[in-house]
């Protein structure tokens, strides 16, 4: 069973470029997560879905969006991009949100996409 | 707002236990776990405990929790060469959906 995909795996994007980041969950998880990692940080929680709805924002400036499609894929866009946004941009699924046994409902990451903003 | 701390490093002998904290903030954390990255993977999930629980054992893995000092720690025990890796301490908040890590132990095992 695949696990959790994201795609590209690396890219190179302009400042003030605008770029898609995607996430395929593990099959059968519903809630999509999507983190920064800023090298020598940790990750950084940006946003996460569940059943196509938005549960949960963190301190993001509003150039940061996602969705989520039917299929419980998911994008992150990223508007005018700065220097700074440069990172390492992980993908978690899991069947729910909210889960009791959060653990045990298989909060899975994936490896992630290498964005370098020249 | 939710703070998650650790020391940056942390070096030991293969064969000796490794001991890494973490403290934090967020008494709201319902969950706290310890996740594993190694260069250039994603995050692995190494254990978890409950915010309402004062210690896990799994295999060679130990986890302390003191819910007065807000203070988590990770033992290995006869550490090896492989568990050379960056280790984070999350807590997630159920109510607000989210985890806080901190930035990261990086362990190394020498030979």
């Known amino acids: 069973d695949a696990g959790v995909t994201q795609s590209p795996t690396h890219l190179i994007k302009t400042r003030g470029q605008q770029v898609t980041l995607r996430c395929s969950p593990i099959s059968g998880h519903k809630s999509v997560s999507w983190y920064q990692q800023v090298l020598g940080q940790g990750p950084q929680f940006i946003f996460q879905y569940y059943e196509k709805e938005e549960r949960g924002r963190g301190n993001f400036p509003d150039r940061f969006s996602a969705r989520q499609f039917p299929n419980y894929s998911s994008e992150l866009n990223v508007n005018a991009l700065l220097l700074g946004d440069s990172a390492l941009y992980l993908c978690a699924s899991s069947l729910e949100t909210g889960a009791p046994l959060l653990a045990n409902y298989g909060y899975t990451f994936g490896s992630g996409t290498r964005l370098t903003v020249v | 707002g939710e703070d998650v701390e650790q020391s940056l490093f942390l070096s030991v002998r293969e064969g000796d236990s490794s001991v890494i904290n973490c403290t934090y903030t967020d008494s709201s954390s319902t969950y706290l776990y310890w996740y594993k990255q190694e260069p250039g993977a994603g995050l692995q999930l190494l254990t978890y405990?409950?915010?309402?629980?004062d210690m896990k054992q799994d295999q060679r893995l130990t986890v302390l929790l003191n819910k007065k000092d807000k203070h988590l720690s990770l033992r290995i025990a006869d550490t090896q060469t492989g568990d050379s890796a960056i280790y984070f301490c999350a807590g997630y908040n159920t109510n607000a959906g989210k985890s806080t890590f901190g930035d990261g132990t990086t362990l190394t095992v020498k030979p």
């Open positions: 405990i409950f915010s309402n629980m």
